[in-house]
C-alpha cells in the first residue's frame, strides 16, 4: 500500500509516495501536514535574525531522525550584540508601570492558550513527547504567564520603624537589568516561560538561548509575546549548535551587561557558568540535575504508591529532572509493589511517535541517550538485579519502559541521574536506613515518599534534603509552589510569588532631616 505525505517547511510543500509496509515502525507518524509558528530564524530585537556568519544547523524529529528544518547558528559576537539590544530596551521597559507589564503578559498568555494545538505540534516535533503531554505542558507553561501577570502588581516595598526620630527607612525592589537565560530541550516551553516572563513582569529584559535540539518552541513563543504588545530587545532568542553552546553560554555569564543568569540543565555545565558568572559577581539561578530518592514504607496505599510512581517515573519517557531515580521499597510491601508496578506498566504504557494515538512513551532525545539508558540497565543486570520488564532497544530513538528490583547501591542506576524510563527498584528495612540512603548523595531536588503515619510523614518531611517533597503524590509541580533544589541541584526558587525576587534588587533609602 502506498501512501502520500505532504509537508510543508520555509515556505514550500513537498509530496512524497512512500511504500507503507517498508517503513519500520518507529518511523511511522501521523505528524501535522503543516506547522505554524515555526520560524528558522532567531529573533533580535524584535526581527527574525540571522547569524552574522550565515551559518545555521539542523533540528531534527527524535521519533524519526529526520530534519525538520535550520536555526541559525549563532556565535559569541551574535549573542553579545542581542545583549546591546536587550540592554538598550531594558532603559525603557523598567519605566513601564506594572500594570503596563500585566496586560502584556496577559495578553500574550490568552494567544498561547488560542494556539495551543500549534505551541504543542510544535514540541511534540522537535521533543517527541506525547502530542497530550505537550498540550499539557503548553498549559503549564502558559500558567506562568498568568501568574507572573498578576504577581508584577504585587512587587510591594517595606517602610521599616526607624530608631531614630529624624530619620525614616524605606526599602524599594527594582528590576535587575538584563538577564540572561538557558534552558534545556526537555521542557521547551515550560522552562522559558517559567523564567522569562518572572524577568519580564519585573522589568527586566531577557537574552535567551534554548537548547539546540529544541530551539522552535522558544522561536513560536515570540511571535505570540510580539502580537501580544512585547516591545522590541525586552525577549531576545540566540539560537546555537551545541559546537557554539559553550561560547555562547560564557558571554552570557561575562558580559558586565547581564546582571543576571538563570541556567536549567546538568549540574557539571551549571558548575561551570557559576564559575564564569563569578567574573562579574553576576545573581545566579541555577536548577540542576537530581537523583530522586521515592521511598515506599510497608504502611503506603500500595495502589497510589504505585500511581505515584507512573506519574513520577515515565513523565517525558523518564527525562525529567525531578523523575523518580531511585525507588526503595519497605521489605514488607516489596513483592507486591513490584507485581502491580509490573501489571500497571504493561497496562498503561505504550510506545511510539508522540503524533500516534495512544502513545505514552515518546523517543528518548537522541543516540547518546539511548546508550547511557541502555547502559545502566545492562550495569544493573551483570551486578546481580532482576529484569522483570523491559530492558531493550526499541529501534530509532526508543527505549522500551523497563521495571528491575534487587538493585543495590553499587548500581549506575543508583549513583547516577538515569534520565529514562527505568524504574529501578531497591529494598530497605528501617526508617534510619533509607534515610540515610536519600541523603548521601550531592544531588536534593526532589524526594517522594508514600506513608500513612502521620507520625512517619511529619518526620520525613524534615529529615528529607531536598528541595521539593512530594508525599502520597508523584506529580507536584505548580505554578503556584516554589521549584528549586538544596546541595548541589541549584540555587534560587523559580515560580510561585518567590520566582519574582530572583529578577530584582533590593535598595535601601535612609531620608534625613524629617
Known sequence: MAICMTFRAAGSKVHLLINKSSIPWYIKMAAPTSVRFLHEKAYVNGKWADAASGKTFDVVNPSN??????????????????????????????????????????????????????????????????????????????????????????????????????????????????????????????????????????????????????????????????????????????????????????????????????????????????????????????ELGGNAPFIVFDSADLDQAVNGTMNSKFRCSGQTCVCANRILVQEGIYPKYIQKLAEVMTRDLKVGDGFESGTTQGPLINHNAVEKVDGHVQDAIQKGAKLVLGGQKKGGNFYAPTLLQDVTLDMKCAKEEIFGPIAAVHKFKTEEEVIKIANTTTAGLAGYFFSQNISQIWRMAEKLEYGLIGVNEGLFSMTEAPFGGWKESGLGSEGSKYGLNEYLEIKYVCLGGM
Open 65 to 286: 531522525g529526520k530534519k525538520i528544518g535550520v536555526v541559525p547558528d549563532m556565535d559569541a559576537a551574535d549573542t553579545q550584540n542581542a545583549i546591546q539590544f536587550a540592554q538598550t530596551a531594558f532603559e525603557s521597559w523598567k519605566e513601564t508601570t506594572a500594570k503596563e507589564r500585566s496586560v502584556i503578559l496577559r495578553k500574550w498568555s490568552e494567544l498561547c492558550i488560542e494556539n495551543k494545538d500549534e505551541l504543542a505540534k510544535i514540541l511534540t516535533l522537535e521533543n517527541g513527547k506525547p502530542l497530550a503531554e505537550a498540550t499539557g505542558e503548553v498549559m503549564y507553561g502558559t500558567s506562568f504567564m498568568e501568574w507572573f501577570a498578576e504577581e508584577a502588581r504585587r512587587v510591594y516595598g517595606d517602610i521599616i520603624p526607624s530608631p531614630a526620630k529624624t530619620k525614616k527607612i524605606l526599602v524599594l525592589k527594582q528590576p535587575i537589568g538584563v538577564a540572561g537565560m538557558i534552558t534545556p530541550w526537555n521542557f521547551p516551553n515550560a522552562m522559558i516561560t517559567r523564567k522569562a516572563c518572572a524577568a519580564i513582569a519585573a522589568g527586566c529584559t531577557v537574552v535567551l538561548k534554548p537548547a539546540e535540539d529544541t530551539p522552535y518552541s522558544a522561536l513560536a513563543l515570540c511571535e505570540l509575546a510580539e502580537k501580544a504588545g512585547l516591545p522590541p530587545g525586552v525577549l531576545n532568542i540566540v539560537t546555537c549548535s551545541r559546537a557554539n553552546a559553550g561560547v555562547v553560554g560564557k558571554m552570557l555569564c561575562e558580559n558586565p551587561m547581564v546582571k543576571k543568569i538563570s541556567f536549567t540543565g546538568s549540574t557539571v555545565v551549571g558548575k561551570i557558568l557559576l564559575q564564569q558568572s563569578a567574573s562579574t559577581v553576576k545573581k545566579v539561578s541555577l
